[in-house]
Nanobody
């Protein structure tokens, strides 16, 4: 059973920083793309940042220059470093990953997984 667990959310003042983590666990053969989405109250979920297995990154225009996505493949963990936070960054942040499971040491199914979400509130 593969699962993603986020951590690191919380309350921060405008201009502050937070680092979110997304740990994948279970019988994992490989992790392809990892990413972060966010959903603000009353709004649709929107993409924030993505990172490929090779380290290529993409960001939403609204977070470019402020957020940095990274991953530690040895730990099956992704990160989102958020700096210069603004009130409009307030949302529940979700990580997602395309993961190929391991079945008796062999490649299993490839599935798109989501974490449970971690809330980020930017307010003075």
């Amino acid at each position: 059973q593969v699962q993603l667990v986020e951590s690191g959310g919380g309350l921060v003042q405008p201009g502050g920083s937070l680092r979110l983590s997304c740990a994948a666990s279970g019988s994992i053969f490989s992790i392809n793309v990892m990413g972060w989405y966010r959903q603000a109250p009353g709004k649709q979920r929107e993409p924030v940042a993505f990172i490929s297995s090779g380290g290529s990154t993409n960001y939403a225009d609204s977070v470019k220059g402020r957020f940095t996505i990274s991953r530690d493949n040895a730990k099956n963990t992704g990160y989102l470093q958020m700096n210069s936070l603004k009130p409009e960054d307030t949302a529940v942040y979700y990580c997602d990953a395309v993961i190929t499971s391991s079945s008796y040491g062999r490649k299993g199914a490839t599935v798109h997984y989501w974490g449970q979400g971690t809330p980020v509130t930017v307010s003075s």
